[in-house]
T-cell receptor
Framework: QKEVEQDPGPLSVPEGAIVSLNCTYS??????FMWYRQYSRKGPELLMY????GNKEDGRFTAQVDKSSKYISLFIRDSQPSDSATYLC????????????FGGGTRVLVKP | GAVVSQHPSWVICKSGTSVKIECRSL??????MFWYRQFPKQSLMLMAT?????????EQGVEKDKFLINHASLTLSTLTVTSAHPEDSSFYIC????????????????FGPGTRLTVT
């Protein structure tokens, strides 16, 4: 069993819809939770960074962490075709600057 | 924001040869850099953690004699794939941590654009 599980998708939504992504994990030592966006043949870029349980909102993005269930989510509101990418969750027992364990990534396609 | 570059962006080499990939932090000094490998439609797998001036720490299952890492300066880490074989073909991505931000809310890894290696 992988430490971090993520549905590979692809997830196809119409423009303007809400994109809902999630990951589950097994390592209770994880304290920091990140979501990255990766376009094809590019390096990942950090979207959201959450410490411990709770919600965090940044523009159209909302990240949720439920440590009791070992479950994290990312919601993208008012999705745009430019949001089409692979979204990776990542976790760390230390900060995001420390060793990261990534989920497999979910490919998202937002259709105009 | 912090910028990390990689060179080359892609490389094709023959089986049995060695290939060197460079990772540079352009606007900050990185005491720690990470090397990842990503196979098609798969996630990033950490290969090793590179600390300036000391030996790299390799993840389980990664051959340190095959993947040589040198972090000789605060802005440069290199990964050399020795005696490359077709199964080493992959997307290699580095990231760098800004020590000035360590422990704070902006403590994160800044990723390079990746290097695509194809071994024929």
């Amino acid at each position: 069993q992988k430490e971090v599980e993520q549905d590979p998708g692809p997830l196809s939504v119409p423009e303007g819809a809400i994109v809902s992504l999630n990951c589950t994990y097994s390592n209770s030592a994880f304290q920091y939770f990140m979501w990255y966006r990766q376009y094809s043949r590019k390096g990942p870029e950090l979207l959201m960074y959450t410490y411990s349980s709770g919600n965090k909102e940044d523009g159209r993005f909302t990240a949720q962490v439920d440590k009791s269930s070992k479950y994290i989510s990312l919601f993208i509101r008012d999705s745009q075709p430019s949001d089409s990418a692979t979204y990776l969750c990542a976790m760390s027992a230390g900060a995001a600057g420390n060793k990261l364990t990534f989920g497999g990534g979910t490919r998202v396609l937002v259709k105009p | 924001g912090a910028v990390v570059s990689q060179h080359p962006s892609w490389v094709i080499c023959k089986s049995g040869t060695s290939v060197k990939i460079e990772c540079r932090s352009l606007d900050f000094q990185a005491t720690t850099m990470f090397w990842y490998r990503q196979f098609p439609k798969q996630s990033l797998m950490l290969m090793a953690t590179s600390n300036e001036g000391s030996k790299a720490t390799y993840e389980q299952g990664v051959e340190k004699d095959k993947f040589l890492i040198n972090h000789a300066s605060l802005t440069l880490s290199t990964l050399t794939v020795t005696s490359a074989h077709p199964e080493d073909s992959s997307f290699y991505i580095c990231s760098a941590r800004d020590p000035g931000l360590a422990g704070g809310p902006l403590d994160e890894q800044y990723f390079g654009p990746g290097t695509r290696l194809t071994v024929t």
